[in-house]
C-alpha cells in the first residue's frame, strides 16, 4: 500500500428489540450518521497506534482485540489509527462501529474486493473481545449500513417508505454492556418461565414495529417502542436517569420514545419523530447533549 486509506463503520441505534435479540428474539436496527473511522498509514507492520488518554486496561484489550482481527486479515503492513464522533459506552454500537471500520480497512489493504460475509465475520471476531457473547446486531447493522431486521446472525433490510429519523439523548454514564447482560441472564436463569413469556412478547412487538416500517405507519411504530420501553423496564433495565428522558421527550412530541442497546444506569435514549431538528435545537438549550439520525427512507433533497 503506498498511501493513506481510510474506512468507516457507523454507529448503531436499536429501534426495538435489545436483549431479547440475545436470546433468539429479532431486533431492529439502524445505523447512524456517527461511527469510528479508520485512517491507515503504511508502516513495517501491522499495528494499531492507540489513541491519546485511553487507560492501559483498555488500551490493552484493545490491541487485543485488533490483533485477532489483524491475524484474519493477513496482517497488512498498515499502522491504524482511529478517530470516532460517536460518545462511547452509550449503547450506540461504539465497538461495532470500530470492529467493522478496522476489519474493513484491513481488508481493503489486501487490495482485493471486501466480501460482506468476511467483513462482518472479521468483525464478529473484534466484537468478541468487548461483548464475550454479543447477538452480533450491533456490528452485523454497522457493516450492512442499512435498517434491518436481525435474527440469530441473519439480518434482512427493512426499507422505509417515509423518512425515519431519530432524536438520540444522553442519559448519563452506564456501566458495561457485558455486565449489564450478564445480570440479566442470571435473573432469566432464576426465574425462567416468567422472563420468557416476556422475551416473546418483546418479540412480538418486534415483529409489529418492522410491519409498522414496511406500512409506513410512523405512529404504530412508536407505539411499539413505547410499549418496548416498558418491557424493558419490567426486565429491570432500565432506571431514574432513562425514565426522566424517555418521558421528556415524549412531552416534546416523540411519537415513541426508550432507551436503545444495554440500558441500565444510563446511556442513550431514543425519541421518534417526524421532524426532530427543531427539538434537539430547544433540547440543547436546556441542557441536554442529544443530535438526530436518519435511519432510513427517502432523504430531502
Ligand atoms: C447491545 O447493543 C444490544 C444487546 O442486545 C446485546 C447484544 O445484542 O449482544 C443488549
Known amino acids: 500500500m503506498s498511501s493513506a486509506t481510510t474506512a468507516f463503520g457507523p454507529g448503531k ?100 474486493v471486501v466480501k460482506q460475509r468476511e467483513l462482518e465475520a472479521l468483525a464478529l471476531e473484534m466484537e468478541k473481545e468487548f461483548h464475550g457473547t454479543p447477538s452480533g446486531v450491533d456490528h452485523t447493522t454497522s457493516a450492512r449500513n442499512e435498517l434491518v431486521l436481525f435474527q440469530r446472525g441473519r439480518a434482512t433490510v427493512l426499507k422505509s417508505s417515509k423518512p425515519l429519523k431519530v432524536l438520540i439523548a444522553l442519559a448519563g ?19 425462567p418461565t416468567r422472563y420468557r413469556r416476556i422475551f416473546n412478547e418483546i418479540g412480538a412487538v418486534v415483529r409489529d414495529g418492522a410491519s409498522a416500517v414496511r406500512a409506513g405507519d410512523l405512529e404504530a411504530l412508536g407505539d411499539a417502542m413505547n410499549v418496548n420501553q416498558g418491557l424493558l423496564s419490567a426486565l429491570r433495565l432500565s432506571s431514574a436517569p432513562i425514565d426522566a428522558m424517555v418521558h421528556r421527550l415524549r412531552a416534546a412530541g416523540a411519537l415513541g420514545a426508550k432507551l436503545t442497546g444495554a440500558g441500565g444506569d444510563g446511556g442513550a435514549v431514543i425519541g421518534l419523530f417526524p421532524e426532530p431538528e427543531p427539538t434537539v435545537v430547544r433540547l440543547r438549550k436546556e441542557g441536554i447533549t442529544c443530535f438526530t439520525s436518519q435511519l432510513s427512507g427517502p432523504r430531502a433533497l
Open 13 to 112: 441505534v436499536i429501534l426495538l428489540g435489545e436483549h431479547g435479540v440475545v436470546y433468539g428474539h429479532p431486533a431492529l436496527a439502524g445505523p447512524i450518521s456517527r461511527g469510528v473511522l479508520a485512517s491507515g498509514t503504511p508502516a513495517s507492520a501491522c499495528r494499531l497506534a492507540l489513541p491519546p488518554k485511553v487507560t492501559p486496561a483498555v488500551g490493552a484489550q484493545l490491541t487485543r482485540a485488533f490483533d485477532r482481527v489483524a491475524k484474519l486479515a493477513g496482517r497488512p503492513k498498515i499502522e491504524v489509527s482511529l478517530e470516532t464522533d460517536l460518545p462511547t459506552s452509550m449503547g450506540l454500537g461504539s465497538s461495532g462501529a470500530m470492529a467493522v471500520a478496522v476489519a474493513r480497512l484491513l481488508l481493503q489493504a489486501r487490495g482485493t
Open 173 to 191: 454514564a452506564r456501566g458495561s454492556t457485558k455486565a449489564t447482560v450478564a445480570e440479566l441472564r442470571a435473573r432469566q436463569a432464576r426465574w
